[in-house]
């Protein structure tokens, strides 16, 4: 009888830990419900690219894995928006998706070029960082169609906008570093912008040292980097001083995230958004 009511103590206590743990998760899940009620939907921002950030490269068992994680860089933009990857532009609209980038996407047929310069034009706001030498470190070899474009096919809808992108000759080899808004970016073989003459679908402005164009299209607005390389880890995180007390060791994400900003934004001045 004794060892019976021992147990029954037992269970009892053990029922009242599980009713607290439960309590406890629904208390958070509450608080983190209230959160998000109260900061608002996050903004819709489309993502169509062929490098390795949603998705790893080691293929389905890998990104299955327990310890599967995406790329920093998306890591970083779901804090600030709902990520929607795109592999066509059916959902696009400036309605669905008010925010787009393409990060070195694929080859684009030409209906789904107008349908970009459409979107943009009808209001649509564009990221898009396009890189002539890409220099990502990949599973597969070159040629292979796994691995992500070694260059941006995008020069039709740059021609359309009066703009030719550019590898400048020098070491590919070589680390380049730009001082851009008070900020520090590292990359590799980034390229150039340089006004073409026919162009007549936008008015773009070249800035920062030709690495940025900035774009009236119509009602919307496009931002153009020359580069691609700068979202990969390996420019931007590091053991240096900022990195270990805990920001990135170049701002290369920093800068990104305030064309981002700027673009939700309206504003002409992009150095206003950084730090933001």
Not at 170 to 195: F, H, K, N, V, Y
Not at 199 to 222: F, N, P, T, Y
């Amino acid at each position: 009888m004794q060892l019976n009511l021992k147990n029954a103590g037992i269970r009892k206590r053990l029922l009242v830990g599980m009713l607290l743990v439960v309590g406890l998760i629904f208390l958070l899940s509450a608080v983190r419900y209230l959160r998000l009620e109260a900061e608002g939907p996050k903004p819709s921002l489309g993502l169509m690219t062929t490098l390795p950030l949603q998705w790893s490269e080691g293929g389905i068992e890998a990104d299955l894995s327990y310890d599967a994680q995406p790329h920093p860089v998306y890591t970083r933009l779901e804090r600030a928006y709902e990520v929607r990857p795109l592999d066509n532009f059916d959902e696009l609209g400036t309605s669905k998706i008010p925010l787009l980038i393409l990060a070195q996407p694929r080859a684009l047929a030409p209906t789904e070029l107008v349908a970009l310069d459409r979107w943009v034009r009808e209001g649509g706001h564009l990221l898009v960082l396009a890189d002539p030498a890409l220099q990502w470190g990949s599973l597969y070899p070159l040629g292979d169609k796994r691995r992500p474009l070694f260059t941006s096919l995008l020069s039709p809808l740059f021609s359309h906008w009066g703009l030719e992108l550019v590898l400048p000759m020098t070491d590919p080899a070589e680390i380049s570093l730009r001082e851009i808004d008070g900020l520090t970016i590292r990359t590799q073989t980034p390229g150039e912008w340089l006004p073409k003459t026919g162009g007549e679908g936008a008015q773009c402005q070249i800035a920062a040292h030709k690495l940025l164009a900035d774009c009236s299209v119509g009602k919307g607005r496009a931002l153009l980097v020359a580069d691609a390389d700068l979202l990969d880890a390996v420019y931007w995180e590091g053991q240096g001083v900022r990195a270990v007390t805990g920001g990135d060791e170049f701002d290369n994400l920093l800068w990104v995230e305030a064309l981002l900003i700027a673009l939700r934004e309206g504003s002409a001045n992009l150095g206003d958004f950084v730090g933001k």
